[in-house]
């Protein structure tokens, strides 16, 4: 009777295949997750937008106050932190120090703000290219968010 197995070099030769292959995976499979991450906080931002441009279009201004808005999370998410501001929204995650901006709720375009040198790398690890905040992008609908 012949019996049938492994060797220990095939099994060696198995595990080192598998970990080579995890580690050219690996770097692909993080940009998917971060980039599935920041496409939360486009789905949030896009909806407020929606409601933030239906109170323009009711001749009401922009709110700041996040109560009053319905697309708004109560609570801020595992992954950002949302703000909204006199004519835009911020989204800052929480674990790799950059934020999505939308300057403009009229334009809508949402750009990718690093809080510092390190985090720079963090907005070009996403799939999506979202351009560089330092462009300024006017908002003339004529709606303004109060003061306070």
């Known amino acids: ?6 060797t220990l070099t095939e099994l060696l030769v198995v595990v080192v295949v598998v970990g ?3 580690s050219v995976v690996q770097p692909k499979f993080h940009k998917v997750v971060e980039t599935y991450k920041a496409l939360e906080a486009e ?18 201004d922009y709110t700041k106050e996040p109560r009053k ?12 932190a949302y703000e909204l501001t006199k004519t835009g929204m911020i989204a800052n995650n929480l674990t790799k120090n950059y ?3 939308m300057p403009s ?6 750009c990718c703000q690093a809080q510092n040198a390190k985090a720079d790398s963090y907005c070009s690890e ?7 905040c330092t462009i300024r992008i006017k908002d003339d609908t004529g709606c303004d968010a109060p003061d306070n």
Do not use: W
């Open 1 to 6: 009777m012949k019996k049938q197995g492994f």
């Open 20 to 22: 080579i292959l995890a």
């Open 43 to 60: 789905r949030i931002m896009a909806a407020v937008r929606s409601e933030q441009t239906a109170r323009c279009t009711l001749d009401k």
């Open 69 to 80: 808005l319905v697309s708004m999370p109560a609570h801020d998410s595992r992954n950002f």
């Open 99 to 101: 934020s999505l901006v």
């Open 105 to 110: 709720y009229q334009h809508g375009s949402i």
């Open 126 to 132: 996403l799939i999506r290219n979202y351009q560089d």
